[in-house]
Structures are given as C-alpha cells and as structure tokens.
C-alpha cells in the first residue's frame, strides 16, 4: 500500500504543478476572497453574485465590454491569456441558467481590446448593462 501511494503522489505531482496557472486555480487565488469558492453574495460587503448570473455578461457586445473591465478582474493582474481563460471558466461553472444556449467564449485578443475600449466610468457602464439586458429580458440585478 505504502508503495503504491508514493507512485501515485510522483506520478500527481507534476500534473497539479503543471495546473498552477489553470483557471481554477486563478479563480482561488484572486477571486475567491470577495466572490467565495461558491460564487455566491457573501453575508458581509457589497459584493455581486456570480452564481446563475454572470452567464448574461456574454449575451451582448457592452455587456463584455463591461465584464472584461471589472475592476476586481482587471486588478488581478493576469494576462489576456488568462483573464480570458479565467472568464470563461467563471461562465461555464457559475453561470448556470443564465449562460446562453450557444456563446462565442473570450480570447486573449478580445481581452486587450475591450480593455483599450474601457469605459471612464465603470459603474455608470455597468447601469447601462443592466438596464440593456432588462430590457431583452434578462436580470443581473443592481449592485447588492
Ligand atoms: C476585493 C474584492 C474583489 C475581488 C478580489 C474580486 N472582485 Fe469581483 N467584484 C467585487 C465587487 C465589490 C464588485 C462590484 C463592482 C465593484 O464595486 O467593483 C465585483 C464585480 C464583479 C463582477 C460583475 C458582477 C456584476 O453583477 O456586475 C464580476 C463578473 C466579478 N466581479 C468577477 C470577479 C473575478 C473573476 C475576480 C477574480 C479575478 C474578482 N471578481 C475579484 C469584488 C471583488
């Protein structure tokens, strides 16, 4: 038993090393303090639910241009690369029903320049959000 528990963990150890830079482990690091592991609202602080919600934040073009530039992502100091990856992992496992049917997923490219395109004023653009996607039908809610 022992033996084979030491094969298993030398054969693991450079798979979970070559994940340090996998989504999930981005969303734990640089999320999950304000966002919890759950990406639910939590209790204490004016934080936004991801969980069966943020799947709307793909639906239009504003809405991207938005979610690209949320200051506690763009704070985070990832790459393109990574944001982009780190959102579509944020979509794909908290979404829910609010993730579309069919959506164009983020690429590294996308990211740069919905990021030159930054609104000046991101909580005025992230009303302007809402109010768009309220009125195709859809609610993210205002701010908690
Ligand atoms: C310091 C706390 C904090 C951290 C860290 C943080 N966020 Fe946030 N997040 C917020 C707050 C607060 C808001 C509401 C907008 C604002 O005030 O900036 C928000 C808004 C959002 C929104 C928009 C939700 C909406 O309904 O408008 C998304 C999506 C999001 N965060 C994802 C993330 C991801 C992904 C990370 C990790 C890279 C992250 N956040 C890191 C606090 C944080």
């Known amino acids: 038993?022992?033996?084979?528990?030491?094969?298993?963990?030398?054969?693991?150890?450079?798979t979970a090393a070559a994940q340090a830079?996998?989504?999930?482990?981005?969303?734990?690091?640089?999320?999950?303090?304000?966002h919890t592991a759950e990406g639910v609202s939590?209790?204490?602080?004016?934080?936004?639910?991801l969980k069966g919600v943020v799947?709307?934040?793909?639906?239009?073009e504003d809405a991207r241009l938005y979610?690209?530039?949320?200051?506690?992502?763009?704070?985070s100091g990832l790459s393109a690369d990574e944001t982009a990856?780190?959102?579509?992992w944020v979509v794909e496992v908290f979404g829910e029903k609010s993730t579309p049917e069919?959506?164009?997923?983020?690429?590294?490219?996308?990211?740069?320049?919905?990021?030159?395109?930054a609104p000046a004023d991101i909580m005025a653009y992230r009303k302007h959000?809402?109010?768009?996607?309220?009125?195709?039908?859809?609610?993210i809610g205002a701010y908690p």
């Open 129 to 139: 959000v809402q109010d768009e996607l309220d009125a195709q039908g859809y609610s």
């Open 21 to 34: 830079v996998e989504p999930n482990y981005n969303y734990a690091l640089h999320c999950t303090g304000c």
């Open 85 to 88: 990856a780190l959102l579509n």
């Open 102 to 117: 069919s959506w164009t997923p983020f690429n590294g490219a996308e990211i740069k320049a919905l990021r030159k395109a």
């Open 1 to 14: 038993m022992r033996l084979s528990a030491a094969v298993f963990l030398a054969l693991s150890l450079p």
């Open 55 to 60: 799947g709307h934040l793909v639906r239009s």
């Open 67 to 75: 979610f690209a530039n949320v200051p506690g992502i763009v704070n």
């Open 42 to 49: 939590p209790p204490l602080g004016r934080i936004p639910p």
